[in-house]
């Protein structure tokens, strides 16, 4: 009986030391998800609504297209900062096809898509079929125009001026259901 008993005892003991690790780790991946999302909220280098478009701007897109100034100067425009090596981006660029499937958006977003080819490639091919898309290799182009540091960043556009600037697409309001 005595075997029996030490035999009960290592069994529960183990499952207690395995509960307990499990639960460390999982207190550690809440932890960093938590710090994730306090970066993503506490980013203060935004554009500030009034902040006028970058003056004289040309930059091509992957369909052959162009995207200037003289495209932010009329009525309300997305336009989605995002880069290839960031992992929040491509959650807003899903949260993008959700409002396009929606089918309210009634102009066409602008998306600056920033990194290495191969970082940029799956992000490209996810918006070239809804948003119009420029690829850059460099944070200085025309992030560094819009005044843009972190990503992903989504500016309203209009009248030549940013209207509004988040790092939270959902917090976006174009008249599309979110």
């Known amino acids: ?17 395995a509960a ?13 998800l ?8 506490s980013f203060d280098d935004l554009p500030v609504p ?3 478009v970058p003056a004289d701007f040309v930059a091509g897109t992957v369909d052959g297209g162009t995207v200037s100034t003289a495209d932010l100067t009329g009525p309300d425009v ?11 981006c491509f959650d807003a660029v899903g949260l993008l096809q959700e409002r396009h499937a929606a089918g309210a958006d009634t102009v066409r977003p602008i998306a600056v898509v920033i990194g290495e080819p ?22 200085t182009a025309l992030p560094s125009r ?15 001026v940013v209207r509004a ?3 939270r697409l959902d917090q976006i309001d174009l008249g599309v259901p979110a």
């Open 50 to 52: 009034g902040d006028p």
């Open 146 to 160: 819009f005044g843009v540091r972190g990503f992903p960043t989504a500016l309203v556009v209009g009248g030549g």
């Open 165 to 167: 600037a988040t790092h």
């Open 34 to 41: 938590q710090r994730r999302a306090a970066l993503i909220d």
């Open 118 to 139: 191969a970082e940029r490639g799956p992000l490209v091919a996810e918006l070239a079929p809804i948003a119009r898309v420029v690829e850059e290799t460099s944070h």
């Open 78 to 88: 997305l336009v989605l900062f995002v880069d290839g090596s960031c992992a929040t």
């Open 20 to 32: 307990f690790g499990l639960s460390l780790a999982a207190v550690r991946r809440v932890g960093a």
């Open 1 to 17: 009986m005595n075997g029996l008993l030490w035999a009960a005892v290592t069994v529960v003991g183990a499952i207690a030391i």
